[in-house]
């Protein structure tokens, strides 16, 4: 993904409410703000959060603030429009680059989900604070839900062509379902996290990536297989 620090420079938004940064100092007063945003909303309810707090996390004023964002609720939409904006910037990157764009199929899978959980975990609070925004505000989920039809397009683009040169060709339709279940799963995980899976575990990596080669009908590489097989090897060999 780009550098988070350089989000609000290289990613245009046009919010109502958002007064454009024309200079480098408000161009980094701006950067900060959002970046304090994303800290605070990691460590608690945004709904809680006060804009003073902001300012003094980001080492600015109130008068700062609202120089930059008209309210609150527009702060949280710009913050929303940017982290999904520059989750999509980097799935164009991983996409394009040759040890993606060329690898095995299984390996193509493998990435895809490791980008795809790297993003919960690194958003989870915006996601949380998002999903519970939802119950009062009914488009506060709208920004999650057109980020994933995006990045499943991106995702289509070169799985399509995959899956018919294996002669396991699938619909744009069913390959939209398959990730419907993985996003399913991961904010389950972050607003839940029920259990017997975290967000954060390893597993959760290895299982979605399997999920997806199974759901594909790819053939998980061979180390996988090898892994999931050593508990029962310990096991045995405890027996004896």
Same mark, same amino acid.
């Given at each position: 993904?780009?550098?988070?620090?350089q #989000?609000a420079?290289?990613? %245009?938004?046009?919010?109502?409410?958002?007064?454009?940064?024309?200079? *480098?100092?408000?161009?980094?007063?701006?950067?900060?703000? /959002?970046?304090?945003?994303?800290?605070?909303?990691?460590?608690?309810?945004?709904?809680?959060v006060?804009?003073n707090? /902001?300012?003094?996390?980001?080492?600015?004023?109130?008068?700062?603030?609202?120089?930059?964002? *008209?309210?609150? !609720?527009?702060?949280?939409?710009?913050?929303?429009?940017?982290?999904?904006?520059?989750? !999509? *910037?980097?799935?164009?990157?991983?996409?394009?680059?040759?040890?993606?764009?060329?690898?095995? &199929?299984?390996?193509?899978?493998?990435?895809?989900?490791?980008?795809?959980? %790297?993003?919960?975990? #690194?958003?989870?609070?915006?996601?949380?604070?998002?999903?519970?925004?939802?119950?009062?505000?009914?488009?506060?989920?709208?920004?999650?839900?057109?980020?994933?039809?995006?990045?499943?397009?991106?995702?289509?683009?070169?799985?399509?062509?995959?899956?018919?040169?294996?002669?396991?060709?699938? #619909?744009?339709?069913?390959?939209?379902?398959?990730?419907?279940?993985?996003?399913?799963?991961?904010?389950?995980?972050?607003?839940?996290?029920?259990?017997?899976?975290?967000? &954060?575990?390893? !597993?959760? !990596?290895?299982?979605?990536?399997?999920?997806?080669?199974?759901?594909?009908? /790819?053939?998980?590489?061979?180390?996988?297989?090898?892994?999931?097989?050593?508990?029962?090897?310990?096991?045995?060999?405890?027996?004896?």
């Amino acid at each position: 993904m780009p550098d988070a620090d350089q #989000t609000a420079t290289t990613i %245009g938004i046009q919010l109502d409410g958002v007064t454009p940064a024309l200079q *480098a100092r408000s161009q980094a007063t701006f950067n900060a703000l /959002i970046q304090a945003g994303r800290r605070v909303m990691g460590a608690k309810d945004f709904e809680a959060v006060r804009i003073n707090e /902001i300012a003094r996390t980001a080492g600015a004023s109130i008068g700062a603030f609202y120089g930059r964002f *008209a309210n609150k !609720e527009v702060f949280f939409s710009a913050i929303q429009e940017i982290t999904v904006s520059e989750i !999509e *910037a980097g799935m164009r990157v991983l996409l394009a680059q040759p040890s993606v764009a060329q690898a095995g &199929d299984s390996e193509f899978l493998f990435a895809i989900a490791r980008f795809w959980i %790297g993003f919960y975990r #690194t958003h989870r609070g915006l996601y949380v604070a998002s999903f519970k925004h939802s119950r009062t505000r009914p488009g506060a989920w709208t920004p999650f839900k057109r980020l994933g039809r995006n990045l499943v397009s991106l995702v289509i683009k070169q799985l399509v062509p995959r899956l018919r040169r294996l002669d396991k060709s699938r #619909t744009e339709r069913d390959i939209r379902i398959a990730f419907q279940f993985v996003n399913g799963l991961l904010v389950n995980a972050v607003v839940n996290d029920p259990g017997p899976m975290s967000l &954060d575990d390893a !597993e959760m !990596e290895r299982s979605v990536a399997r999920f997806l080669c199974a759901y594909f009908g /790819i053939q998980a590489p061979a180390a996988t297989r090898k892994n999931r097989q050593k508990p029962a090897k310990n096991r045995q060999s405890k027996r004896s």
